[in-house]
């Protein structure tokens, strides 16, 4: 948790975690430099024992930067709550290090959150790479979205039940109340966090922020979509270099949160669908591979399906 600064100058902490992405964080801070307004900022990067340079390089063309390097791979939660330690801001938003904040994304965000004071979480319209606009409103997930969402049954999904976890009958253009918000860039309260306490550091890496948001809620606050400020979020440039990891914690984190807030009986009930979802698609990939189709693919595929079935998938923490 923060510690109290209530006379702090500091209008806005960034928090950066970053892991093996140097030149998406080089371009992160520029972008937060060169758009940051007249807010008063406290840039603070949480590096998770990269090998690419990444302390080096902050600590060499940015040295207003607080570098806080880290001995391991500490996670996003850890990392982010590292920062919030550090933090002196009126504002803490937490920020990917594949992102590049838009025009004046900060000061409206910083502005909106002055002008309504019952909003504890905000967080901006994401753009991809393109300057397509990326899905980052949620609803709280159910049991039944949790077999749909990122499985191989999504493509069979019932359309009405991704299209209210996707929040899709809101408009991309509207200021919505949501139930949550996705992590790659997110603005709160000192006090909320005060309040709810900081991340649950047992997820790692993924559903982290829908938990965070779903305490945020549960203490009376309102979570806001606001895309009237704009992000780019270059999607999972760090997880993609760990694909069998990034298997293994998501949904490990996917199986914490329904434990935690739905009980074991959910969370095992889902735990088997993924292992027996696994088990089928590792068979159907080795015959695949057998066949000579992509072979190269097909194998990579049945080793990385292989290894989140010896990891058995328990719930993280």
């Known amino acids: 948790m923060p510690p109290s600064a209530p006379h702090s100058p500091i209008d806005l902490s960034i928090i950066i975690v970053s892991w093996n992405v140097r030149d998406l964080l080089r371009r992160c801070l520029h972008a937060i430099r060169d758009n940051a307004g007249e807010l008063n900022l406290d840039i603070i990067v949480v590096d ?12 060499r063309e940015f040295p207003h930067v607080h570098l806080i390097p880290c001995a391991e791979n500490v996670g996003f939660p850890r990392g982010n709550n590292i920062g919030l330690i550090q933090a002196a801001g009126r504002y803490l938003m937490l920020l990917n290090p594949d992102t590049e904040v838009i025009g004046d994304a900060l000061p409206r ?3 909106y959150l002055d002008a309504h004071p019952d909003v504890g979480m905000i967080g901006p319209q994401l753009r991809n790479s393109d300057g397509s606009v990326q899905s980052s409103r949620r609803r709280f997930p159910t049991l039944l979205t949790a077999f749909f969402e990122s499985t191989w049954l999504q493509p069979y999904a019932p359309a009405a039940i991704l299209r209210r976890y996707y929040a899709e009958d809101i408009p991309d ?18 006090e909320v966090v005060g309040q709810i306490g900081d991340m649950d550091e ?21 979570v806001v979509y606001f895309p009237a400020a704009q992000i780019m979020h270059h999607v999972g440039k760090s997880s993609e270099q760990a694909v069998t990891a ?7 984190a996917k199986l914490r949160y329904f434990q935690k807030y739905h009980g074991r009986a959910a969370a095992l009930m889902l735990r088997l669908f993924l292992l027996n979802s696994y088990a089928g698609q590792l068979g159907l990939e080795a015959a695949k ?22 990891s058995g998938l328990p719930p993280a923490g």
């Open 173 to 190: 253009d509207q200021i919505a109340d949501v139930d949550w918000l996705v992590g790659a860039a997110i603005m709160t309260r000192r």
């Open 48 to 59: 998770s024992a990269s090998s690419d340079g990444s302390a080096e390089m902050v600590a």
């Open 109 to 111: 965000l910083v502005a």
């Open 246 to 252: 990034r298997h293994v914690n998501f949904q490990r």
């Open 202 to 222: 047992a997820y790692f890496m993924y559903s982290e922020e829908l938990d965070w948001c779903r305490r945020v809620k549960a203490a009376g606050w309102r």
């Open 289 to 310: 591979g057998l066949l000579g189709h992509r072979r190269a693919l097909r194998w990579q595929r049945v080793r990385s399906y292989w290894q989140v079935l010896r």
